[in-house]
């Protein structure tokens, strides 16, 4: 059975850091491109982030560029999202996804992130 | 404002058939797969509709996908109160990003 959990998420003040991460399980880790994506409070999906397989492609959403950094290590199955300089807009439910095919097939139950003084 | 346009909602009686748009364009779904996800009330979405319409195992064939040019169509005949959720598409686009529509929320009366 596939797992995704994610962890990391949690209060933080404006301006400040958080680093979330993603314990994959139940499917070959390596072999699969992986995506962060974010809900805010009563709003819709936005995609945030992907990383291929090998850590050879790697995007982000204009509303995070030079603030967030995707990465992974396929030796321990996690995926993880630094998030420096956090504004109250990056207040959100992010959740991790793993690519299968041109889909999101798996998700994980998502962490809270609230950016508030 | 989403790349992908769907109504903000529908809504029809047990039993009944829905349908929910998703507009784009060239740049997304009228070159890539579209998928289709269930985010019932407190959940994580769950994957409903791949490459425009397929479904994973376990999902019923009341659910089903359609796309033509820009846009897709999600389906849902028989409908139950058990499918009250949010429903999203999604595609990727060619300005290497991955786009979803706005969501709509289905009331089953």
């Known amino acids: 059975e596939v797992q995704l959990v994610e962890s990391g998420g949690g209060l933080v003040k404006p301006g400040g850091s958080l680093r979330l991460s993603c314990a994959a399980s139940?499917?070959?880790?390596?072999?699969?491109?992986m995506n962060w994506v974010r809900q805010a409070p009563g709003k819709g999906l936005e995609w945030v982030s992907s990383i291929s397989s090998s850590s050879s492609y790697i995007y982000y959403a204009d509303s995070v560029k030079g603030r967030f950094t995707i990465s992974r290590d396929n030796a321990k199955n996690s995926l993880y999202l630094q998030m420096n300089s956090l504004r109250a807009e990056d207040t959100a439910v992010y959740y991790c996804?793993?690519?299968?095919?041109?889909?999101?097939?798996?998700w994980g139950q998502g962490t809270l992130v609230t950016v508030s003084s | 404002q989403s790349v992908l346009t769907q109504p903000p909602s529908v809504s029809a009686a047990p039993g009944q058939k829905v349908t929910i748009s998703c507009s784009g364009s060239s740049s997304n779904i009228g070159n890539n797969y579209v998928s289709w996800y269930q985010q019932l009330p407190g959940t994580a979405p769950k994957l409903l509709i791949y490459?425009?319409?397929k479904r994973p195992s376990g999902i019923p064939d009341r659910f089903s996908g359609s796309k033509s040019g820009t846009s897709a169509t999600l389906g849902i005949t028989g409908l139950q109160t058990g499918d009250e959720a949010d429903y999203y598409c999604?595609?990727?686009?060619?300005?290497?990003?991955?786009?979803f529509g706005g969501g709509t929320k289905l009331t089953v009366l």
């Open positions: 490459e425009n319409n």
């Open positions: 999604g595609t990727w686009d060619s300005s290497l990003s991955w786009v």
């Open positions: 139940g499917f070959t880790f390596s072999s699969y491109s």
């Open positions: 996804a793993r690519v299968v095919g041109y889909s999101y097939g798996d």
